[in-house]
């Protein structure tokens, strides 16, 4: 499945959408960008509150925008944050992420290294709960 992703591509966005960050509470600034079906790349950064718990995380920020945009099937998620080895995307994104995205989505992050670490949304969120159980 991960044939034909443009992963420097990708990368390459989720670091200039990092740069728009609103993180002055954390200053642990994300982006994280996603890829579709039809071609198209969706991003998003993380845009905190001063009322903290309101803030949003950048991929749920990417995934909403997504679907704003009438985006549908998401096959790649490359996700940039500045930490010593690369960072995975928060529980609460994961199952975001599962709403839309099958669970063999290839996601893959980087600091700005250029470390990598590579998952696949079943790995990070095994045992999920779905629709299908509604
Ligand atoms: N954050 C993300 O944007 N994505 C994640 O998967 C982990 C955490 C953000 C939320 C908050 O603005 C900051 O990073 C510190 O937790």
């Given at each position: 499945?991960?044939?034909?992703?443009?992963?420097?591509?990708?990368?390459?966005a989720?670091?200039?959408?990092?740069?728009?960050?609103?993180?002055?509470?954390?200053?642990?600034?994300?982006?994280?960008a996603?890829l579709?079906?039809?071609?198209s790349v969706?991003?998003?950064?993380?845009?905190?509150?001063?009322?903290?718990?309101?803030?949003?995380?950048?991929?749920?920020?990417?995934?909403?925008?997504?679907?704003?945009?009438?985006?549908?099937?998401?096959?790649?998620?490359?996700?940039?944050?500045?930490?010593?080895?690369?960072?995975?995307?928060?529980?609460?994104?994961?199952?975001?992420?599962?709403?839309?995205?099958?669970?063999?989505?290839?996601?893959?992050?980087?600091?700005?290294?250029?470390?990598?670490?590579?998952?696949?949304?079943?790995?990070?969120?095994?045992?999920?709960?779905?629709?299908?159980?509604?």
């Open positions: 499945m991960s044939v034909d992703i443009p992963w420097e591509q990708l990368f390459e989720a670091k200039k959408v990092r740069e728009r960050a609103h993180a002055p509470y954390s200053k642990f600034p994300v982006g994280a996603v579709y079906a039809d071609g969706v991003t998003g950064c993380n845009v905190e509150n001063s009322s903290y718990g309101l803030s949003v995380c950048a991929e749920r920020g990417a995934f909403a925008a997504g679907v704003a945009q009438g985006r549908s099937k998401p096959v790649a998620v490359a996700i940039v944050v500045d930490t010593p080895t690369p960072c995975p995307p928060c529980g609460m994104c994961r199952q975001v992420m599962l709403e839309f995205a099958p669970k063999e989505l290839p996601v893959r992050s980087r600091n700005l290294e250029g470390d990598e670490a590579r998952y696949s949304l079943g790995e990070l969120l095994p045992h999920a709960f779905t629709s299908d159980f509604l």
